[in-house]
């Protein structure tokens, strides 16, 4: 048995004590809504390898450092009453990027599930994820599935990791399952709706996100969340990931609760 099958033998026990500090005023930020915190964040997770670059190392050393941004951010959200995390780790498109990088991002990903677990289970995070895992590394898919299994009935933060996931692909799978559905008699073509589409993406059962962060200063989507974005609050910040803290989300969310939602509609009015 290797180690981490033995760590996670350990974590069967119960865990009833959370060991992050449930403490919101530990977060000292000026005129935050403690009662308008998003449900739902989507962040993409954008400027690693220039966070390097800058500091003249290579990509991969910001790769690691953007790890510890997500651990921070991860344990923030968890504090200030964020029930969904959405991160963006790995897109449809980062295939092309060297092999070299490629195998830095899944060794990374693989550390992170062996050392986190352990922490993210006693404060009953759920892991989940969106994407095409199937196609990831054997060793990288195993460990995703395992700790997606061993955290399905966590009731805290649901963490999910957008794992070579991209918006297209996503919405492609929903129609063909959606065709093979109509084909097999299970629904008719008149019953497609917005909920029935909804139901085939990765983010099933997982509200939209009300707030959408891109770090880096890019203004694009990138093939994130095509769908589920369609009325999220979006703020891009101007750090690179790795320098992405604990206050440059609370400033996020911030300016979220300064903007006006309106969803099509107008601002209310005095009849
Ligand atoms: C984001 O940082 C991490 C991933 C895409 C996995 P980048 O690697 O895109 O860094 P930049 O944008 O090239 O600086
Ligand atoms: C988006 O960033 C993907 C992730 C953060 C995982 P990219 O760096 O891949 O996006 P582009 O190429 O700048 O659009
Ligand atoms: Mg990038």
Redesign the pocket.
Known sequence: MGVFEQQLLLLDGEFSLKIWPRNKNEHTPQGIDWDNIPEHIAI???GNGRWAQKKGMPRGIGHRAGLEALKAVVRCCDEIGVKYLTV????T??WKRPQSEIGILMSLLKEYLKRELMELVANHVQIRVSGEIEQLPKDVYEDVLQACQKTKNNDGLVFNL?LNYGGRSEIVKAVREIAQEVRNGEISVQEINEKIIEDHLYTASIPDPELLIRTSG?M?L?N?LLWQVAYSEIVVAEEYWPDFKEKSLLNAIEIYQNRERRFGGIMKVEE
């Open positions: 993409i997770m954008d963006y780790a790995f897109s498109e980062n957008a890019e694009r990138s994130f």
